[in-house]
Nanobody, 125 residues
Framework: QVQLVESGGGLVQAGGSLRLSCAAS????????MGWFRQAPGKEREFVAT????????YYADSVKGRFTISRDNAKSTVYLQMNSLKPEDTAIYYC??????????????????WGQGTQVTVSS
């Protein structure tokens, strides 16, 4: 069982930055691809970013490419999402997800077996 706890969400003005963190409860994190997804009000949950278990491969949604950076610290069992140049359309609940045993990055939600509870990000205009 993997427990994921997100933190770092909040209210920020457009153009600002936030860093989300996702702490995993188990060492299986080290052999897990990780991902970030988000769900805006009235919309379906969508892919944001993913990172391989070594951290060497990352993929991003086109909407965040160049503004967001996913990274991980396997010693701390934590994955991060640095969000810069935030826009009002980035407002959503952000979820991290783990794919234990899936070493490569994954963009599809059904590839992830464990999810955090989510953290709210609100960007004001």
């Amino acid at each position: 069982q993997v427990q994921l706890v997100e933190s770092g969400g909040g209210l920020v003005q457009a153009g600002g930055s936030l860093r989300l963190s996702c702490a995993a409860s188990t060492r299986t994190f080290r052999s897990s691809a990780m991902g970030w997804f988000r769900q805006a009000p009235g919309k379906e949950r969508e892919f944001v970013a993913t990172i391989s278990w070594t951290g060497s491969i990352t993929y991003y949604a086109d909407s965040v490419k160049g503004r967001f950076t996913i990274s991980r610290d396997n010693a701390k069992s934590t994955v991060y999402l640095q969000m810069n140049s935030l826009k009002p359309e980035d407002t959503a609940i952000y979820y991290c997800a783990a794919n234990p045993g899936g070493l490569g990055p994954a963009r599809r939600q059904n590839e992830y077996g464990y999810w955090g509870q989510g953290t709210q990000v609100t960007v004001s205009s």
